[in-house]
């Protein structure tokens, strides 16, 4: 058994936590591979490119929070690996357990007794004006918005080829259902069952104000374009990650991806727990 | 061939409507039945009780709007019969066509040339406190909400028997997409596309403010009940038209219908087309 | 020197506070009078009529919440005496001060060394089909709402004699400032600061989604009215509690009450650290 | 009598509407000044720079819509003359007529036989971290919004010296009654009616879904400042305008500018009969 791990060196705790679960794997006769910005936290020269645990690892461990595994995701790859997001201090919506369950985890991986979440990913390409492509992978969410300009932004949206409307607004995002607790939520989404298989296009304050977040089923095909009369640079980003810059012409293809992340499941914690606790109801 | 009809005699043009649909299917050949109260709009004394189309038609029309509709849906039962929506005077979101394509209509009728979209369906247990039950189906959505009183009303919600959450509201809408732009809509909740596979939970006017819309996947059983510290009367009601007083101690079990309603289509109109529409958009 | 006081008996913990601001008082050789319910509380024969305070006492202490404090408003009527929230547990909007503050506030009292927050209220006047007319005041809002119907309502709302909009909503909520953290807030209202002169007439639930709320100046005069077309039931509620069934040609008119509640202000707490806390900010 | 005209030279329409009013005016015995711009829409070396407006002119006529009002307000300067916005094509929310009611206008000019209705402007100062200073004027809003990056912004706000909140968001609006109608309605925001003497703080997409909007008197100070622990880049816009980058270290302080705009009102078209028309109510 090897566990793969990367922890967010910037969070505080980090240190103490990634010492903590190397001596509950240990315990276990659990080996395991530090990816290379993980290791430099402990000083350790043996660090390895997130890239190669879909080969080395049985299971990927993420030490931080929501962010931390949205970075973890685009770092390994589209690679079938179970991943178990284990938090620092604060509880996040894809928490496998926290910095205080170390043994429960490690008890977990040895014995193989857990559950996986299959969390659809969406993919999406950028075509430009000449032809060529670029291709992302999001965990949340993907973006089209303003860029630096004090105007709203004129796009339009496709449906499985249906036009869907033409926008003016702030921007659009395309959300999984994991998103949906995420930026998603903040533009006015709704939030999303883990189980449903849908994804959600939510305007970012539309000047039509009877503009609505639209869920569709996770089998359509979403795309987006500056409109013809658009003159505004507009930005695109992944998971709050990447910033592309869109000219007129390009056009955005978004579709669930191929590959959906394994998300380790191993306390009794439900969706619905989660989201009473995170967002404060009750 | 034989169509059923059913008209809102209170929709103004209902009658003009009525004598242009019988002529259009006279000329391709076509029998009509009229429902009891439509055939009293022409002073026929032939109508027959929409139970029976199941048994001696091959399509039911519905003359009206969207609320036409609603209500047929609920006058012909659970049969597997095709509805076509045939609008008087405005669109609605059950349109099939409007009170100019009646030849379309007849003609798509006679050759067998249209498209069934299935729209999903609600099925609402109300599990007395004396065991007694009751049940109802909803296209639009079913509600729980405050009766006879000026103070928030407090339920508790379950999905696939984990609770949801404990709501202090106004009360809870569970929706079907078809009910997505409904009254779901006014109270904030999301645009469901007719292809994706889930409904929706919206709570009215929530005390907590994070207490957002929630989509579930359409295999999802949902429980509302008043929460065991709630004095409050409160109603149940079906695609605004039943009202049941809910007492404490009764359960609502709210699950996917055997049954969906076949909806015809005929034009190349679009859900998105009729979205933009019907909502104002661009 | 002397303290009417009125606590609610419902509330945990009520009788213990009551005896405890006794004791402090005394100790500043400040006197009391309690009304009727509260001398209940400790079993006193001596409790009085809440409508005497404005003759016989110089403040008057309200142990309990937001609710307690707006009976109390209610019971006291129209006089021009000050009123200090003691919230008894957790925080409110209307705090004067906690259970824990006791001496503090005898202290203020006993020094006269306090601020006055006035608090703008609502009077409403119901005018009926036959000319009577039923006086309200409200300190939160007023709400004209369906009744035992699943339908939406249909009314009328002016201002200033202009018309504003006919509405189809479940109902319109008219609250003051004060009101704004209440009912409003849930349907969709915006927060407003106490020194605004300014009340808000929110929609709830409006099948338009373009329906927002408005703010008008606290110098307008609102009125509302079920719609010629609205044949439902309709319900008028002042402050979450009074009742009264509305009917077809009843007209209700909403302005600024020649009282204004003037709320004691000790300690050094704002409207925003308040907000923070109560709405889970930051 | 002398009239400044502003015409939007890429509002189709902008040449024949800006020459019929000419000739309205002639009518009248009524000379006019064509700003520079302006004057090159009809091929007349005649312009003048706005700036001289308020030195020349008995009234300003602003010939497009309710953007080319906002940059007109900022060309002509802190001066008090009476300003009307003549719409073309479209009604606007700052529309004295259109252009079908050229005669009216020039008549109401003549007779003197007009309203004037102050519209309340916000004078914002940035101060950086060098002392330096900038000022910017506003008819509809200021914002402090994110610039080119995927991840919220923090932000703190400040109301008259207390703190408001610590927002984590895409930004923060703060807008007059004027600009309730632009984008802090698209973000959220309420309506707000001429008369009444607020503007309001509304975030743009918070983290926090209980961070609404803020509406507060209009002799309040708003002050705004990249938080502590924000690193990302920060835009600061004027009436969708202007664009600046802010730099942690800088202050922004809004308040009530000295000037309001004087704008003329001959028809009897009310704030809530063009809030209908323009948001598609009833």
């Not at 010492?19 to 006769?29: Q, S």
């Not at 977990?108 to 430009?128: C, D, E, F, W």
């Not at 004006?129 to 004129?154: C, K």
């Not at 702030?170 to 999303?192: F, N």
């Amino acid at each position: 058994m090897n566990v793969g791990i990367i922890a967010n060196p910037h969070k505080k705790g980090a240190r103490t936590t990634l010492i903590n679960l190397c001596e509950a794997l240990e315990k276990k006769k659990i080996t395991w591979s530090l990816e290379t910005e993980t290791a430099d936290i402990i000083g350790s020269p043996d660090g390895v490119d997130a890239r190669t645990f879909g080969d080395s690892c049985d299971v990927v461990a993420v030490l931080g929070g929501d962010g931390t595994m949205l970075n973890a995701s685009s770092k390994i790859g589209s690679v079938d690996i179970p991943v178990a997001g284990i938090n620092i201090g604060t509880l996040g919506f894809l928490t496998t357990c926290t910095d205080t369950e170390l043994d429960l985890f490690a008890d977990a991986v040895a014995s193989g007794n857990y559950q996986l979440i299959k969390r659809l990913q969406l993919r999406a390409t950028i075509t430009s004006n000449d032809g060529s492509r670029q291709y992302f992978r999001a965990l949340n969410e993907i973006t089209l918005t303003r860029g630096h300009t004090g105007r709203l932004v004129s796009l339009d949206a496709w449906v499985d080829g249906e036009l869907l409307n033409h926008y003016r607004a702030d921007g659009l995002i395309v959300s999984t259902a994991t998103g949906s607790t995420a930026y998603s939520l903040s533009a006015g989404g709704p939030l999303i069952a883990p189980k449903a298989d849908v994804y959600v296009i939510t305007p970012i304050c539309p000047h039509s104000l009877s503009n609505r977040s639209l869920v569709v089923s996770d089998s359509s095909v979403v795309e987006l374009a500056p409109a013809s009369d658009s003159s505004c640079p507009m930005l695109f980003t992944v998971d709050g990650r990447d910033v592309v810059d869109i000219k007129q012409g390009s056009r955005i293809t978004v579709e669930q991806a191929g590959h959906a992340l394994p998300l380790l499941r191993i306390a009794d914690r439900t969706f619905f727990s989660t989201l009473r606790q995170k967002l404060g109801w009750g």
